[in-house]
């Protein structure tokens, strides 16, 4: 789709998302002094739920805060947290910023590599897994620190971080 | 969950209620929440600002500036809204204590959050996290809802005639967004590139409208202030530096933490005494002791008290609290490629200095890490960085720029070891320690 293209924007009153998260976005854009205050939130759980920011989020999106496509590609853009491509249902996210770094960040994140069969900002062939190498996240004092979607896991060792994937692998084919 | 450490030396105000259940806003109640917050409708904004200043409490986020004062910059008379935002964007390498905070103490934060709106007369509270904190803003969400159900937010708070609304949301991932100016623009669903000053937010700030912007850790230090009294707040700190500060102890100490001591303590202590030395015995060879931006010490400069001005005078920064131990098996060449290689990735890319000078200082340290490094390199990274400093849009540019002139100054024996095509002579050393 191109930047500026209106043509695609989804019908008004239709929508993309689950009943939950348009009711969601309804709310959202009451909530603050101007509407598009809402858009990172917006962007992130759109994100959480189709598990990328799809052009048909992007457009819809921008319809909802009265914005064009490209303002919100704009935005987009600038945040790592927020892609516009699938990942794995698991993305490791291995912090190896300077306090992990002294812990072994590095090791970890190499093991994960090793472990996994594949590099930074992949994803295993089945899905189940992708990896990427994060700035800090704020857990400096238990480092080395990994991020597992939202969740943290501290203190990590090779072979406690052998468990962590293991886990959520069989958590996986539950 | 983050492991909770202790220490005889620590002073818990803030912390003071971390693993008690206090998420739970009975259990908050019970251990003297939301009791400052009443006694600030009742005594009114002069009140507050007056004990904000008495308390010396200066603002955790990183520069130091007096909290008291901040607030009272904000005009009286406003035609547009006035708002009070909290920051707990915490992204600088090294710091992870608004974690805690907003993990143990969710209502300390709401109410430091309405206290600062009742003394600058604002109505509307925002608080953002980081992105990668979406588990915290959670627990924060519930905080607020349950403030809500109780009469402590909305219209009419505590049965009075004051109105405090509060909206609480994440980031996506931007370190840059944790300066203020780029803060409000992320707020405002905007890239986070920062705003010229002045206008200083106090005046012109979220929506133009002005604006308090302090950090996660100021915020919760409020209502501990209106309750001891800001005197005996400040009389647990040093000169001029009020109260305790958490300092984010992490790298090769033995027992890496977060420890809430008085504004002063001595550096050496913290990390020999309270942290437990440097792990497995070995020599220690540097500490950061503000967060990735600040300054690196020799351990001959680390007998000093760690308030925002005695760090100062030994040629770093307090910043926010984060420090790093590094031990005698550190290549600082890789360890300043590390830290520079974040600011590349972070910088806005809004003014060529930090954009262009980022990217150059990440070039040459790597290759010179990698053994490709010639001697006139040395001083071109010191060089580079000394001309990034003060030239740019924020202080972005200078959180890079001054780590790595202290680092080619204080280790340029470690930089002279890389030359002559010899890849880090310290890469055996690390391999054993981690064996
Ligand atoms: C690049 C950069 C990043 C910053 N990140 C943060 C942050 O994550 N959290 C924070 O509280 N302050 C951060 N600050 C400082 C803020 O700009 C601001 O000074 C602070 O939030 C004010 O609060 P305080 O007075 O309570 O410290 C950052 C500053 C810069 C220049
Ligand atoms: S110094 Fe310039 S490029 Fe760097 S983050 Fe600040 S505004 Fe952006
Ligand atoms: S450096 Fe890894 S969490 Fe902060």
Redesign the pocket.
């Given at each position: 789709m191109s930047l500026t293209s209106i043509a695609e924007n989804p019908k008004p009153g239709s929508t993309i998302f689950s009943p939950e998260l348009a009711a969601r976005f309804d709310k959202l854009v009451t909530l603050y002094p101007r509407r598009r205050s809402a858009l990172i939130p917006m962007l992130l759980y759109a994100q959480d739920e189709i598990g990328y920011v799809s052009d048909a989020a992007i457009a819809e999106i921008g319809q909802r805060l009265d914005i064009t496509v490209l303002d919100v590609r704009n935005v987009l853009t600038y945040y790592s947290m927020l892609r516009t491509k699938p990942v794995g249902k698991y993305n490791v996210q291995v912090c190896t910023n300077i306090s992990c770094m002294l812990r072994g960040g590095q090791e970890i994140l190499a093991h994960c590599k090793d472990r996994l069969g594949i590099g930074h900002k992949e994803t295993t062939p089945d899905g189940l897994f992708s990896l990427e190498e994060v700035e800090c996240i704020g857990a400096c004092s238990w480092a080395p620190a990994v991020q597992v979607n939202y969740d943290f896991h501290e203190e990590l060792t090779p072979e406690s971080m052998d468990a962590l994937l293991d886990e959520y692998r069989s958590k996986a084919s539950q | 969950m983050p492991r909770l450490v202790s220490h005889p030396d620590e002073v818990k105000v803030v912390s003071r209620r971390f693993g008690r259940g206090a998420t739970n806003i009975d259990r908050y109640i019970e251990l003297d929440g939301y009791k400052a917050v009443r006694q600030a409708i009742e005594k009114g904004p002069e009140w507050i600002i007056a004990e904000m200043k008495a308390s010396n409490l200066r603002?955790?986020?990183?520069?130091?500036?007096p909290?008291g004062m901040?607030w009272s910059f904000v005009p009286k008379q406003s035609e547009k809204p006035k708002y009070v935002l909290v920051?707990?964007?915490?992204?600088?390498p090294g710091t992870c204590k608004d974690h805690l905070i907003f993990l143990h103490d969710p209502h300390a934060v709401i109410e430091g959050c309405i206290v600062a709106g009742l003394a600058v007369g604002a109505k509307t509270g925002f608080i953002y996290l980081?992105g990668e904190y979406r588990y915290l803003l959670t627990i924060m969400e519930k905080a607020i809802a349950d403030a809500y159900a109780k009469g402590f937010l909305g219209k009419g708070i505590f049965g009075s005639n004051f109105d405090f609304e509060i909206i609480s949301q994440t980031g996506a991932g931007a370190?840059?967004v944790?300066?203020?100016s780029a803060?409000m623009e992320s707020l405002e669903g905007k890239r986070g590139i920062p705003r010229i000053r002045p206008p200083f937010p106090a005046v012109v700030g979220l929506y133009g409208g002005p604006t308090v912007?302090?950090?996660?850790e100021?915020i919760a230090s409020v209502s501990h202030i209106l309750n001891m009294g800001g005197e005996a707040y400040a009389k647990i700190g040093s000169n001029r530096n009020g109260g305790t500060r958490l300092f984010c102890i992490s790298g090769h100490a033995e027992r890496p933490g977060v420890y809430e001591l008085p504004m002063g303590y001595n550096l050496k202590k913290m990390i020999y005494e309270v942290a437990g030395g440097v792990r497995g015995g070995r020599q220690l060879k540097a500490v950061v002791p503000g967060g990735s931006s600040t300054p690196v010490l020799l351990p001959s400069e680390i007998d000093i008290g760690m308030d925002f001005d005695q760090v100062g005078k030994a040629g770093s920064m307090l910043g926010?609290g984060g420090v790093v131990v590094l031990d005698e098996t550190v290549c600082m060449v890789e360890f300043a490629l590390r830290t520079i290689q974040f600011y590349q990735h972070e910088s806005c890319g809004w003014c060529i200095p930090c954009r262009e000078g980022t990217d150059w200082l990440k070039k040459t340290l790597t290759r010179f890490h990698a053994g490709g490094g010639e001697a006139k390199d040395i001083d071109h990274i010191q060089y580079l960085a000394e001309n990034m400093l003060g030239r740019t849009f924020?202080?972005?540019g200078d959180?890079a720029a001054m780590p790595t002139i202290a680092f080619v100054k204080k280790f340029r024996q470690e930089f002279e070891d890389h030359l002559n095509g010899k890849p880090c002579p310290y890469a055996k050393q690390q391999e054993l320690t981690l064996a």
């Open positions: - | 603002g955790r986020g990183g520069a130091g500036f909290t901040k920051n707990g964007d915490e992204s600088e980081r370190y840059e944790g300066e203020e803060l912007i302090n950090n996660a100021t926010s924020c202080p972005l959180a």
